[in-house]
């Protein structure tokens, strides 16, 4: 089999304003480097887009590099080796690794993953054994510092991360799990999986979680920012917790959001609000994996992916993503 020379990728073509929208994006052809020493050929299989992505479309600072106009985007990958200078990655073999946007990729060996996938399709190892789970786990678990008999608020729980944090707090014994989405099908979903309660945000969050939970609540999830965090701390019980992975709410917005009206809540109920980026909490991978594998592999734990198939859908499905069109994890078909 002769190897691919190049590859088509997607590359920033300029930087959103608000929205993303399709000229934001650009396909193109790209010349494939040699392997050198200690490197794998990826024929790229399946791509993740994930929420984090529309920050590193901005020029900020922040805690990973914004993407550079008119070079590729890049995220998490799964594919098969097609050609090999690293021992450890056999031909044939699949991996995980971060070069995404992409149908083709030169990784370094220490970057790429194998992956067993006799145990799982590689596509989970972009979701429920990937980066969202230990999202959502390490969220859970270590910033939200859940106990037995906690009562949990997920936001946006019918995405990736939140439909498995609802899903583990229950088998962690939580007392109360709730769940907010954006339509009744992904309500009705919620409840499928295990939720006590779920509801529709665009009938209104403060009013909703109030009768979902009129015992209070003793943790918040936060993907969504916003509305969702200041009815959470008016629901949010004394000595509460909120970990706050995501605002997705706000990552279109090209005015700055006002901050919850009722922050002062956070002194007397004695509040607390961490913010967290996974990485800090990769030393919980194995600890994870112990956890929610056998869950997993014992039907316990349902995850749900959406797909969009080639690359040339890959910005669609990312837009789609920020819009709410997704069921569980969002990814791409090479």
């Not at 997705?248 to 922050?263: D, G, K």
Request: proline share 6%; aromatic share 6%; charged share 20%.
């Amino acid at each position: 089999m002769s190897l691919p020379t190049s590859t088509r990728q997607i590359v920033l073509a300029q930087r959103p304003d608000g929205w993303p929208i399709d000229a934001d994006f650009r396909l193109e052809t790209a010349d494939l480097p040699d392997l050198g020493p200690g490197e794998v050929l990826v024929r790229n299989t399946v791509m993740s887009v994930d929420p984090y992505m529309r920050g590193r479309m901005n020029d900020v600072k922040s805690y990973i590099p914004p993407f550079q106009i008119d070079a590729p985007l890049d995220g998490g990958a799964v594919g098969e080796v097609i050609a090999s200078t690293s021992a450890e990655h056999p031909l044939g073999s699949h991996v995980l690794h971060g070069l995404g946007w992409r149908e083709h990729a030169v990784v370094p060996a220490r970057g790429a993953t194998v992956i067993d996938t006799t145990l799982a399709p590689e596509s989970a190892y972009l979701g429920v054994l990937g980066m969202p789970g230990l999202t959502a786990y390490a969220g859970l678990v270590a910033a939200a510092e859940f106990q037995p008999g906690d009562a949990v608020f997920v936001s946006g729980a019918a995405g990736a991360v939140g439909s498995l944090v609802g899903q583990i707090a229950r088998l962690k014994g939580a007392s109360r799990v709730v769940g907010s989405a954006g339509s009744p099908a992904k309500v009705h979903h919620l409840r499928d999986l295990g939720f006590d309660a779920a509801f529709d945000y665009h009938d209104g969050v403060a009013a909703e979680l109030k009768a979902a939970a009129p015992d209070g609540i003793d943790v918040y999830f936060d993907n969504v920012g916003g509305d969702h965090l200041e009815a959470a701390l008016s629901r949010l019980n004394l000595n509460g917790r909120v970990a706050m992975c995501g605002a997705i709410a706000q990552y279109n917005e090209t005015e700055p959001s006002a901050a919850p009206r009722n922050l002062a809540l956070v002194i007397g109920k004695n509040l607390t609000l961490r913010g967290f980026i996974v990485a800090k909490y990769a030393s919980l991978r194995p600890q994870f994996l112990a956890e929610v594998g056998p869950w997993l592999a014992a039907g316990e734990i349902r995850y749900d992916e959406t797909f969009r198939d080639g690359l040339d859908s890959a910005p669609q499905a990312f837009i789609d993503l920020l819009g709410g069109a997704n069921t569980g994890k969002m990814l791409v078909r090479l």
